[in-house]
């Protein structure tokens, strides 16, 4: 399996643009979290879905943030307008419901830059 | 008050020297605790895992928990230049199925050859 994917990896962007990062997790998963991480706060966990279903979205910090998974293989999120204070890295990860270990995968990150 | 809390570092060893990496925390309701390895520029990735109090090692590694402390720590023995990464600390509650973890923010450690 090619583990998670994430696109873009790289995203620079001006203040008040819309951004759209994109996240294929691992076939066969059917857990997905978004999270964001800086220096500042180190890994935050904005959602996660269960079956294509938003368990929780308490970590989302705005309404200016949204996410959405249409399908068990594809989930967007999507920040509009962009904000200088929303740059950071931000990772998809999967698991599997019951799996031994509560491992998550994680993808490679959306590095975002807002200027 | 974060629930997870851990020192950020960062922490240079020499090669060959043990490691110790630590987190607090504050919720009693953790059983699953766990450290996740980040390489520069890379996605957290699982190192190990373990559930309830006690220790558990995997080669050069020893995780142990301390619940009545609320104190969990990571050992590395030998240590590597290829041990040179971020490592987070996970929780998360008891409830089967319950997939939500707690990260600290990551002890960003650097072993000089």
């Known amino acids: 399996d090619a583990g998670v994917i994430q696109s873009p990896r790289h995203e620079v962007t001006e203040m008040g643009q819309e951004v759209t990062l994109r996240c294929k997790p691992i076939?066969?998963?059917?857990?997905l979290f978004w999270y964001r991480q800086t220096m500042m706060r180190g890994l935050e966990l904005l959602i996660y879905?269960?079956?294509?279903?938003?368990?929780?979205d308490s970590g989302m910090p705005e309404d200016r943030f949204s996410a959405k998974m249409p399908n068990a293989s594809f989930s967007t999120l999507k920040i509009q307008p962009s904000e200088p204070r929303d740059s950071a890295v931000y990772f998809c990860?999967?698991?599997?419901?019951?799996?031994?270990?509560?491992?998550?995968?994680f993808g490679p990150g959306t590095r975002l830059t807002v200027t | 008050q974060k629930e997870v809390e851990q020192d950020p570092g960062p922490l240079s060893v020499p090669e060959g020297a043990i490691v110790s990496l630590n987190c607090t925390y504050s919720?009693?309701?953790?059983?699953?605790f766990m450290w996740y390895r980040q390489y520069s520029r890379k996605g957290p990735e699982l190192l190990m895992y373990?559930?309830?109090?006690g220790n558990k090692e995997d080669g050069r590694f020893t995780a142990q928990v301390d619940k009545s402390s609320k104190y969990i720590s990571l050992f590395i023995r030998d240590s590597q230049p290829s041990d040179s990464a971020t490592y987070l600390c996970?929780?998360?509650?008891?409830?089967?199925?319950?997939?939500?973890?707690?990260f600290g923010t990551g002890t960003r450690l650097t072993i000089i050859p």
């Open positions: 990860a999967s698991s599997l419901a019951g799996g031994p270990t509560y491992e998550q995968y």
């Open positions: 076939s066969g998963h059917d857990y």
């Open positions: 879905f269960n079956n294509n279903v938003p368990i929780d």
């Open positions: 919720n009693s309701a953790f059983q699953y």
């Open positions: 373990t559930y309830s109090s």
């Open positions: 996970a929780m998360s509650g008891a409830n089967f199925g319950n997939e939500k973890l707690t």
